[in-house]
């Protein structure tokens, strides 16, 4: 199985910081790459899709990159309602993978 | 819009067996997939599996397996999460998703002597 790792675990970051969080796969998944946003005591919500592509929903502030086993969530200016908790999922196979995560909090 | 309403909180002993409801409305079966997902409190989501719309199931995690199964009926637009033998560490929310864009509102699962 696919193994996904996230770096790093957590952050303490301020508002208008740029952040950029690092997913890696263990083995090629092209761009089957999502990214999440979780909330406390919420369900996830997703923010990016085929590695690159914005949800509809999803402040622009987000982006995403990255291709083959390393991609990259990046928020361009950190707002206060961003701090949370962000996950990677991939999907390249049918034994779908998280990652563990990567915890956004306030500075 | 897709609405999933899973059953509720479990309390279950060591060993004990369960099911999980997830009853969808407006939910395509020829075209979505269901997940579940479970998060023990405090830590991070885990993938459990996937129901197809042609009816195949993937997934389950090595410390699932053989212990898991999902399945679905769709005359009652209903899915199903069965975990058998339960240990203290299944101890978790559980959630259906579908396509892991819609979620249900979890299922609370405590398993303790």
């Known amino acids: 199985d696919i193994q996904m790792t996230q770096s790093p675990s957590s952050l303490s970051a301020s508002v208008g910081d740029r952040v950029i969080i690092t997913c890696r796969a263990s083995q090629d998944i092209g761009n089957d790459l999502q990214w999440y946003q979780q909330k406390p005591g919420k369900t996830p919500e997703r923010l990016i899709f085929?590695?690159?592509y914005l949800d509809t929903w999803a402040p622009s502030r987000f982006s995403g990159s990255g291709s083959g086993t390393e991609f990259t969530l990046t928020i361009s200016s950190l707002q206060p309602e961003d701090f949370a908790v962000y996950y990677c999922l991939q999907h390249n196979h049918k034994v779908y993978t998280f990652g563990p995560g990567t915890r956004v909090d306030f500075k | 819009q897709v609405q999933l309403v899973q059953s509720g909180a479990e309390v279950k002993n060591p060993g004990a067996s369960l099911t999980i409801s997830c009853k969808t409305s407006a939910f395509d079966f020829t075209t979505n997939f269901m997940h579940w997902v479970r998060q023990a409190r405090g830590q991070g989501l885990e993938w459990i599996g996937l129901?197809?719309?042609?009816?195949?199931?993937?997934g389950y995690p090595p410390e699932l397996q053989g212990r898991v199964r999902l399945t679905r009926d769709t005359s009652t637009s209903t899915f199903y999460m069965e975990l058998s033998n339960l240990r203290p560490d299944d101890t978790a929310t559980y959630y259906c998703?579908?396509?892991?864009?819609?979620w249900g509102q979890g299922t609370l699962l405590t398993v303790s002597s």
């Open positions: 085929g590695a690159r």
């Open positions: 129901v197809s719309p042609w009816g195949e199931v993937a």
């Open positions: 998703s579908r396509d892991v864009l819609d």
